[in-house]
């Protein structure tokens, strides 16, 4: 394709030993390094740039060749839309050209990416923020109604606190109430056995007959019983039924003065004999082994257990006397030392 004589369009060089093109309008030659294309390209028919870009010249026939700056870069006026279909095949595009086409297709798709991602983001944020706000209004829902609650678990909690003072107030009152009427009814039950004695560890017997062991027993500590003297004698229900000693008797007086004669008798004559001969079952006429008995003032169900208590509290606290006298209590450390009035349990703890 070397030819002699040959317009260069593109370098002052017009070094014919190098690829070229030449244009079918204006006729210039360009060499493909000028163009940035490849060795290898080849084009029967081809319009350079220039001609390209000004329409007006290709009509002219007058073969008036195209000015062209040969320090100037060859590049078209106007680059082509992104989008639009592409030219015919006799447009060449720059180094620079294509490298501007392709930021400008990249920054494209940079832009359209960060659209997407924006909106996939604000959509992600948006539903996220949502169901966050519907947790929270949940929340404060439950909140409000737990604070509600809580409002009225107070005011439960004042009004049983003012209802547990009435009532405490109340339990003290009717405590004091019940203290006192358990001390009356005592005073009565005992007051009601006023004219009774007590026999106690006396063995039953299917044929015994109490009112003659009784009779017996006053000829024994001298002090006379006929029947008229006696209103009742029966034998009772023991308090403990685990204890295995045997029922005791009750003997009721028909007055309270014999009950005390009788009383002051068995005492003396307990007072004027030994260990072994205290009051036993042979001074009932009973034969068989002898066994000491009893004789003691009838006691209420309430002084019989106070009773007991004061002997177990008398022998751990060392009292050497412990004795019952009008239906009352009565215990002394000593022969020679004051005696005190054994009235309720609290006085019995109160003994050291």
């Known amino acids: 394709m070397a030819q002699s004589n040959l317009a260069w369009g593109c ?34 028919s081809w319009i350079c740039p220039f001609c390209a870009l000004t329409p007006s010249k290709r009509l002219n026939n007058d073969n008036t060749p195209v000015r062209f700056n040969t320090n100037v870069t060859v590049r078209s006026n106007k680059r082509q839309a992104l989008q639009s279909p592409p030219g015919s095949e006799s447009s060449a595009l720059t180094e620079k050209g294509i490298r501007a086409i392709i930021n400008e ?6 832009n359209t990416l960060l659209e997407k991602i924006t909106s996939t983001m604000r959509g992600l944020l948006n539903k996220e923020i949502n169901s966050v706000r519907t947790e929270i209004e949940q929340l404060k829902d439950s909140v409000i109604h737990m604070s509600a ?30 203290r006192d009427m358990s001390v009356r009814i005592n005073t009565l039950e005992q007051n009601a056995r006023a004219n009774n004695i007590e026999l106690q560890c ?9 009112m003659s062991l009784v009779k017996h027993l006053g000829k024994t500590i001298d002090c006379d019983i006929n029947e008229e003297n006696v209103l009742n004698c029966t034998r009772v229900m023991k308090f403990n039924g685990n204890n295995n000693r045997p029922k005791s008797i009750v003997v009721q007086f028909n007055t309270q003065r014999l009950r005390d004669t009788f009383l002051a008798a068995c ?3 307990n007072k004027k004999k030994n260990f ?7 001074h009932l006429g009973l034969a068989g082994e002898k066994s000491p008995i009893f004789v003691t003032e009838h006691l ?11 002997r177990i509290k008398a022998k751990e606290m060392g ?14 450390k000593t022969d020679d030392s004051e005696y005190r009035i054994i009235r309720d349990m609290d006085s019995l703890s109160k003994i050291n």
């Open 149 to 178: 609650q809580y409002d009225d678990i107070l005011k439960e909690h004042s009004e049983a606190k003012q209802r547990i003072r009435e009532l405490t107030d109340d339990n003290i009152k009717m405590s004091t109430v019940i």
């Open 11 to 44: 370098c002052t060089t017009g070094d014919q030993n190098e690829k070229y093109l030449q244009c079918g309008v204006c006729m210039k030659a360009f060499h493909h390094d000028c163009l940035s294309l490849e060795a290898s390209f080849e084009k029967s």
């Open 276 to 282: 072994n001969d205290k009051l036993n079952t042979h």
């Open 319 to 332: 009292y050497k006397h412990v004795w019952i006298r009008g239906g009352r209590i009565y215990m002394r």
């Open 105 to 110: 297709a990249i920054d494209a798709q940079s």
């Open 300 to 310: 209420s169900p309430t002084n019989k257990s106070l009773h007991a208590a004061t």
């Open 267 to 269: 005492i003396n004559f």
């Open 202 to 210: 006396v063995p039953q017997r299917k044929d015994e007959n109490l």
